[in-house]
Structure formats: C-alpha cells, structure tokens
C-alpha cells in the first residue's frame, strides 16, 4: 500500500518534508477480531506535529519509521474470523483506541484508560496510508448521510470537543454562560456540540477574526478577539462574574492564566489544549471553589452520540481536503495556521 510515513522526528519543525509518501507492507487481519479498514479520510491533527517535534516519544512507545493519523474513516475491507458486528463494505468510523471491549474501564464507559489498549496513530501504525489495522470493537456503521472523508477528525477532534462540551452541559443552565478558548480545529466543533447540549450563552475568544466569523454562524452568541483586554471584555458580558464553564482549546501562552481569570467563582475550568502549565496558588483554588477538569479523547459511546449530532445536522466539520501525496502540504498548512477548521488526507 502507499503510505505516508515519518522517519526522523524534526524538533524545530523547519524541514520542508516531515514525512515520505512511499511503498509500505500491508496491514493483515489475523487475529479473531481484527478488521482491515480502506481508509477514505484520514484527520490532520496538531497532535500529528507534535509526534514530529518528539513530544510523545517519551510518552508512549513509538519505532520509526512509523505511520501517523489517528482520525480515521473509511470502509470494511478485511475481516477476522470472528467479527460479526460489520461487514466488507460497510462505511465506518473508528473510534482512535483498540481495546477489548471487556476489561472494567471500558464497561465504565472509560475506555481511554482501558488497561491493555493500541492507539493507532499514536503507538501503532495509523491511517495516513491506504488502509488500517483496527479491531471490531471500535468501529461504528455510519449512515448514509455521512461520507468517511466529511467525518474522519470526529473520532479525535469531534470527540475530544464533544467530550468536554458534554461534561460542560450537564452542570449549564440557562441564564448562565460559557466561554470557549479558540474557535479552530477543535473549537468550531465544541460550540456546536454545547449549543446542541445546552442553553447557556456561548463566548468565543479566538486570535482570528475570520475564525470568530465562522463561529458565529455554529452557535456563538458573542465573539471576542483573544486581545491583552478579552477577559475584561468577558466580565463585561457576564455581569462582571465571569463564566460557569470555560473550555479551553488552547492550553498554551496566556490562555490558562486568562482562561481560569474568566471563570466565575464556584465554575469550571475545562482544559484540552495541552503546552502550558497550570499554577495556582492553593489559597486561590480554596477560596474561589473553582473546578479543574482534564479531558481526554471521548469514549466508544460518546463518539456514537456524536454521530447521532451529525446525522441530524445539529454538528458539521470545516473541512479541506488533500490527497494523501500531499501529507507534508496538509501538515505544513497546519503549522502555518492556513486554514480554519481540519485538514483531511485522502488516499
């Protein structure tokens, strides 16, 4: 198959080709439940370039030369001899982990902590190539609404949004607010799933006034450009107490400081983004009762909630799409912020 395939990391992120688009062995089904996914779109995510800077080399147990993409689509090609949950030929998404399905976490519906996982794209082969290993247990049949190629950063992006805009809505009511971080990748996402969720008025603080205009037609109620002065500003929109949930996509520069400035006192602090650092003094924790939560890429279950969003149209990506050749293109065009929304390769 072709596949795009890193092999040296590039710490700085200066050279012109992360990875090379060439000949690489085929994936096989040989276990019970495995499943060879044809990949019709794979997700560019930033996540992709921090695997070029090394960041997750000491995180998880990655070989070059390896295949990154952990947001994945496509159709059922291969099967093991005992999947009966879907069929060659069927259009699926694929939830970004491979477990059992059986240990206690994942019946908890905690399957980003199953104990024994693969994540490909992450620690194992992904999609930026023709086809996938996967295993039956994360794939979900889409319905005919859906294309792989206009659904594939839902299993990570869509997720992870979905995920804190979910935990976000079951504590919002209406007359309250919520100010979410960075109307990009992710962002564009989340505020579509809390204005599906919840009736709580939307913020949005992004550096991009073409980003904060393409938010406003997704569910914002209020956009503010990510100025010195935006907290201020947020304040001023809620009666100068501040949010009862922020969401921040950011996690990087002064968007932490400033994010947990703008939550209200006894309200959550949901953090995504990841670069910075969260300081808080203890006394300020104790006496402001405010919430820190972490968020991981959703469960099996969420992503099928997700789905049930976007085939009814109450959710949809800002998509651009590449040819799977194009990979250092699509990758470069990410790190250069020049395009809104998610880039998807299709081989």
């Known amino acids: 198959?072709?596949?795009?395939?890193?092999?040296?990391?590039?710490?700085?992120?200066?050279?012109?080709?992360?990875?090379?688009?060439?000949?690489?062995?085929?994936?096989?089904?040989?276990?019970?439940?495995?499943?060879?996914?044809?990949?019709?779109?794979?997700?560019?995510?930033?996540?992709?370039?921090?695997?070029?800077?090394?960041?997750?080399?000491?995180?998880?147990?990655?070989?070059?030369?390896?295949?990154?993409?952990?947001?994945?689509?496509?159709?059922?090609?291969?099967?093991?001899?005992?999947?009966?949950?879907?069929?060659?030929?069927?259009?699926?998404?694929?939830?970004?982990?491979?477990?059992?399905?059986?240990?206690?976490?994942?019946?908890?519906?905690?399957?980003?902590?199953?104990?024994?996982?693969?994540?490909?794209?992450?620690?194992?082969?992904?999609?930026?190539?023709?086809?996938?290993?996967?295993?039956?247990?994360?794939?979900?049949?889409?319905?005919?609404?859906?294309?792989?190629?206009?659904?594939?950063?839902?299993?990570?992006?869509?997720?992870?949004?979905?995920?804190?805009?979910?935990?976000?809505?079951?504590?919002?009511?209406?007359?309250?607010?919520?100010?979410?971080?960075?109307?990009?990748?992710?962002?564009?996402?989340?505020?579509q799933v809390l204005a599906a969720l919840s009736a709580a008025e939307i913020i949005v603080v992004d550096l991009s006034p073409r980003a904060l205009e393409m938010i406003a037609t997704m569910g914002a109620h209020h956009t503010v450009v990510a100025g010195d002065d935006w907290v201020e500003e947020v304040l001023a929109l809620t009666n100068g107490h501040g949010a009862e949930a922020v969401i921040d996509f950011v996690g990087e520069g002064d968007a932490i400081v400033k994010g947990l400035a703008a939550t209200r006192e006894d309200g959550y602090y949901y953090i995504v983004g990841y670069g910075g650092k969260i300081e808080v003094p203890a006394i300020d924790m104790i006496i402001s009762e405010k919430t820190i939560v972490g968020n991981l890429v959703g469960s099996y279950p969420e992503l099928v909630e997700l789905m049930a969003l976007a085939d009814r149209g109450l959710v949809r990506l800002d998509t651009h799409e590449y040819r799977l050749s194009e990979a250092n293109k699509a990758l470069h065009d990410l790190n250069a912020g020049a395009f809104t929304g998610r880039a998807v390769l299709i081989p």
């Open 1 to 191: 198959m072709k596949a795009a395939v890193l092999h040296d990391y590039d710490l700085d992120l200066l050279r012109p080709e992360w990875v090379r688009y060439e000949d690489y062995p085929d994936p096989r089904a040989e276990k019970p439940h495995d499943v060879i996914v044809r990949i019709g779109g794979a997700g560019v995510c930033r996540t992709d370039l921090h695997i070029i800077e090394g960041i997750w080399r000491d995180k998880v147990d990655i070989e070059l030369p390896y295949i990154m993409g952990h947001e994945n689509a496509g159709w059922v090609e291969e099967i093991g001899s005992a999947v009966e949950g879907v069929s060659i030929g069927d259009a699926v998404i694929v939830h970004p982990l491979v477990t059992s399905g059986h240990c206690l976490a994942c019946r908890r519906d905690n399957d980003m902590h199953a104990e024994e996982n693969s994540f490909p794209g992450i620690n194992a082969n992904g999609g930026y190539a023709e086809f996938l290993l996967t295993s039956e247990t994360s794939l979900i049949k889409l319905p005919e609404s859906l294309a792989p190629k206009d659904v594939a950063p839902y299993t990570d992006a869509g997720l992870t949004a979905y995920r804190a805009a979910k935990k976000a809505s079951k504590h919002l009511v209406p007359g309250q607010y919520a100010v979410i971080i960075g109307a990009g990748g992710l962002g564009h996402i989340g505020v």
